[in-house]
C-alpha cells in the first residue's frame, strides 16, 4: 500500500472477476479492483446492477457467439445458430439442474 499523503492515487479499477447468470433470473457481476496508472491496487467492489445498453448488447453478442461455438463442436458444422437469447423454460428439457 502507498502512502497517499492525503491524495488520491486511484485512477482507475481493473476487473477481476466477472460472473453471469443467464437462466431464470439475468445477472451480471463484476468483482473489480482500485488501482492506479502504476499498478498498486487500494481495494476492491462488486458491481451486479445499472449496466449500459452497450454493455449489455455486447453482452449478448458474446452469448451468442459463445453458443455457435458450442454448436460448432457439438454439431460438427451442422446447427450453428445460438439461442435468440430469449428466456427459455429449461425445467421442460430433461437436463436437471439448468
Do not use: H
Not at 439475468?26 to 502504476?38: G, R
Not at 458450442?70 to 437436463?95: A, K, M, P, R
Amino acid at each position: 500500500m502507498i502512502k497517499s499523503d492525503g491524495v488520491c492515487k486511484i485512477t482507475g479499477v481493473t476487473l477481476g472477476e466477472i460472473s453471469i447468470k443467464l437462466l431464470e433470473d439475468s445477472l451480471l457481476t463484476a468483482k473489480y479492483a482500485f488501482c492506479n496508472t502504476a499498478g498498486d491496487r487500494y481495494g476492491y467492489g462488486n458491481r451486479n446492477v445499472n449496466w449500459s445498453t452497450e454493455t449489455i448488447e455486447k453482452l449478448k453478442a458474446l452469448t451468442t457467439s459463445m453458443e455457435e461455438d458450442i454448436c460448432q463442436d457439438l454439431f460438427e458444422g451442422g446447427v450453428t445458430t445460438g439461442s435468440t437469447n430469449e428466456v427459455v423454460d429449461y425445467q421442460q428439457d430433461g437436463v436437471p439442474g439448468l
